[in-house]
């Protein structure tokens, strides 16, 4: 099979990184600047691969016309899946994924949220630029001696826990499937959430979504937090309830907030909004907030991650061209069984 790619959303940086990787591979890929979606799957036709990002619609409508398209592959050009219906992909579309493309673009940008919100540097930035020299209003705090609370262990997770204690912080994780090694090895806790909820003066978010992390962020749990807290998402947008988080930010008892990801990003993020009116309430209010930092989805976005992004995409669709293994997949089975992905079962595919 001579692999044709359909790749949706589009941006002039992955046209400019994949068009170098694709040097060593010669595939044919027609570029779309839309998002995929059932207005626009009908584009696929004539291809037998989709590439894809975070925010495309891969529902079972879509999924169902691109099998009848013909197309038995779904590359995600992302670590996160959660835009899938694994349900409905299963025994009709292969999905694969770049499960690691650089955790340490990822864990660097949640430092520089960190630092930023705590020492005030947005808002320095601006006065400056005014001649505002004053300091009131733009007290931090030391990181060293403080509680960090990390909830995920992942690659992100593991990286960021090592630049945290570079700072001399204390740090506490959280995760379902804790690496005791890992957390000996750096003399860590892994505790439960509320004790983490507890204890923490900032906690960063780096797990993925799932039905047990979708709004783990909500009143409930804000109320268990410390006076003052610093929360940091770059994982998935849902993972907080944006509305309860408003409320702990007027309260007082969330401190700042930095977020690299929203829950209903889908219609801003990676685009240019900036001549239009923004007709998103709860995102207008956050922006508001001048101890809230949002970035576009951005802690991905190094030359080093879009490189391996858009080599292991390649190389997951010449798997699936040479009829072989495809070791970054992930079905429906995988996702009931709490699996990355279908090494573990020394298969060559899922189905």
Known sequence: MVPRIAFYDTKPY???VFNKANESFGYEIKYLKYHLSEETVNLAEGYNVVCAFVNDEITAPVIDR????????????????????????????????????????????????????NRKIHRAYYR??????????????????????VIGTGKIGKVLIDILL?????????????????????????????????????ISLNCPLTKETEYMINKDSIEKMRDGVMIIN????????????????????????????????GDYFFEDKSETVLTDDILARLLAFNNVIITSH?????????????????????????????????????????????????KKRCF
Request: with cysteine; net charge negative; proline share 2%.
């Open 234 to 265: 770059t994982g998935r947008g849902k993972l907080i309830r944006t509305a309860d988080l408003i409320e702990g930010l007027k309260s007082g008892k969330v401190g700042s907030a930095g977020l690299d990801v929203y829950e209903e990003e």
């Open 66 to 117: 691109l099998h009848a398209l013909g197309i038995g592959l779904i590359a995600l050009r992302s670590a996160g899946y959660n835009n899938v219906d694994f349900q409905a992909a299963f025994g009709k579309v292969h999905v694969v994924r770049v499960p690691a493309y650089s955790p340490h673009a990822v864990a660097e940008h949640t430092v520089a949220l960190m630092l930023t919100l």
């Open 14 to 16: 992955d046209k400019e």
């Open 298 to 346: 951005q802690a991905f976005f190094t030359r080093e991650a879009l490189h391996n992004i858009a080599d292991t995409t390649l190389r997951n669709i010449q798997e699936y061209a040479g009829g072989g293994y495809l070791a970054n997949e992930i079905c429906y089975q995988c996702v009931l069984k709490g699996k990355s992905n279908c090494l573990k079962d020394g």
């Open 128 to 149: 400056t630029r005014e001649a505002n020299f004053s300091l009131q209003g733009l007290m931090g705090f030391d990181f060293y001696q403080k509680t960090a609370g």
């Open 166 to 202: 570079g700072f001399g912080m204390k740090v506490m994780a959280y995760d379902v499937f804790p690496d005791k090694a890992f957390a000996e090895s750096r003399k860590i806790e892994y505790v439960d959430l509320d004790t983490l909820y507890r204890e923490s003066h900032v």
